[in-house]
């Protein structure tokens, strides 16, 4: 999966297309020191790569911080960098992290989804947003389906948002070409 991720990331540099590398992985892939230095051999060492970022699951994550920390440190010196994935009703359980190794919270769509109309959903991902920022990282609202979420998580504070309203999954050709004709729609 990973080989997969840098020959698309290369594709792309080919085409002109500038991309963040982002892949799911299991904390259970981080246990073993052995993966962790071949990840690491595996990053390009080309002036254009932005880095890799490997988003865990929410509740992973939160079992398994301390091992985390010690990812972090470790893989940061070869442009790679850790998200917490489907962030949600468990948002509490990251508070008071003394070292936070997270550079990005990904806020689970199942809140981000109707923000714009829901006040329950927009308190909870409002209480994210506030946390990522005491954190100093960034944040991404997974699900945005509709202009009303857009506007919401947009006046919440969001660095970044995705879902259906910017494009659904595509094969890899199809999204070089159309980044051609798209811009962001949030600022970063």
Known sequence: MIDRAIKDW??????KTSIDLSINVPAAFLMDPQAVHDLCQRMPSHPAFGG??????SEEAIRNLDLLIEVAREVRFYNIGLAIDNVGANWPQLMGVERFPFMKLKV???YV???????LKRTVCRQI?????EYSARTVAEGAE?????????????????GHL?????PLKQFAQSSFRTA?????
């Open 146 to 162: 509709s202009h009303a979420d857009l506007i919401a998580v947009t006046e919440l504070g969001f660095d970044l948002a995705q």
């Open 129 to 133: 947003v506030d946390l990522a920022k």
């Open 113 to 119: 989804s109707g923000c714009g109309n829901g006040p």
């Open 166 to 170: 910017f494009g659904k999954a595509m």
């Open 184 to 188: 962001p729609l949030l600022p970063n």
């Open 52 to 57: 890799l970022t490997i988003e865990i699951e």
């Open 10 to 15: 290369r594709y792309l540099l080919e085409q």
């Open 108 to 110: 689970d769509r199942q």
